[in-house]
């Protein structure tokens, strides 16, 4: 047994991280030898996220088993953890008790998370198991719009009146029976409870008892309305440094508490939402079937294949030309392409900056500006080096000059549409990341073939 737990302390020494493949296979020898005794001995030091991933990571009917074998209990944080896409399944494997046990451990905030994606039918079973007060409040939280701070906020806080000494909140604190598991301010608020500062548990720790809170006050103090987006909470989480802030209703009273893991949980999302709307995918996770996965990535695919069509189109007006001088369809992909990625280097520089509100009406010309200058030179750059490739490719100077003003124009406009077309698509109130690729790649394409087979036909036929 010894020599066991100092190979697995070893294998986690060596990658950092406990799930790895030989705890895997252990805990599905466990499985497949239906050794229950063995399944909870290597599953009993794993964080609920590695429990969570673990069974992402299963097929579905691995999942089943392992959570049949698992049995008794279950750590509500391991729903938390979860992919949304495998969540009601897994819910549905788990006994009414074991889902009861779980369900009361979690924060009024993973409740909410955990239900509001659920089937009303499912979801008022798991509203059943809460306490009343519990319920009440999950259930107000609903209320809210989606995607908004009541919905990402924590019932439980911890708040004194603003007139009350460290030695008044110490006691309070050692005498209270529901304090949250985690906080890490004590709210200040005014009779009205409307929250007026916040006072870290370090300084209390520190000081006499004797000292006022009010005296003790961080400098940095947000309130959030409970309606914000929860984009827009993380961003200022993100920019003030906060550790929690307190969440206000429409009179400016205390409703509630968002903590600093769950505004960078909300950022994480963001940012992967980003990235997969550039790369036009969706939502999508590993875990969701083929049939959700192919309608996801059905439209951008069709608006890809429209704006195809008008790129050929373009091609088509200068059939001629190309007929005359087949080097021509040579070198057109090397102008589209690099068209292309030079697009895609100002798009994602922009779209990251719109998302972190660094891009605005106030620098956004010299933004854009300084794509354009970016693409010149390094137009000129690759310009030069591709009309001295087309000398000594095609024995002539001619074609080397059109393909090096082709490509000169064409990495200017990228870097104009690369920057331009996400700022338009903020202003018009559509998200940025959702089809600028598209659009860009059209207008790099559109412009790289009209340029080089235009002046081609101009001045070569």
Known sequence: MAEQE??????????????????VSRIMYAVDTDDREMLWAEMEPLHPADIADLLEQSNAYDRRRLIKLYGGEFDGDILSELDESIREEVIGLLTPEVLAEAVRELDSDDVVDLVEDLEDKQQDAILEYLED???????????????SAGRLMQREVVMAPEHWTVGDVIDFMRNAEDLPEQFYHIILVDPRLHPVGNVTL??????RRDVPLKDMVEETFHVIPVTQYEGDVAYAFNQYHLISAPVVDEEGRLVGVITIDDAMIVLDE??????????GVGEGGLNDSVIATSKQRVPWLAVNLLTAILASLVIAQFEAAIAQLVALAVLMPIVASMGGNA?????????RALATKDLTGSNVWRVLMREVLVGLINGVIFAVTMGIVGVIWFGGPELGYVIAAAMVINLVVAGFAGAGIPVVMDRLGVDPALGSGTFVTTVTDVVGFFAFLGLAAAFLL
């Open 270 to 279: 963001e940012h992967e939402e980003d990235i997969m709307r550039l790369a």
């Open 133 to 147: 007060s519990d319920r009440l409040a999950v259930q107000q939280s609903l209320t809210y719009p989606e995607y």
């Open 343 to 351: 697009a895609t280097q100002s798009l994602t520089v922009a779209v």
């Open 6 to 23: 100092q190979e697995t302390e070893h294998e986690r020494d060596e990658d950092g991280y406990p799930l790895n493949k030989q705890a």
């Open 202 to 207: 370090g300084r209390i720790m520190a000081a």
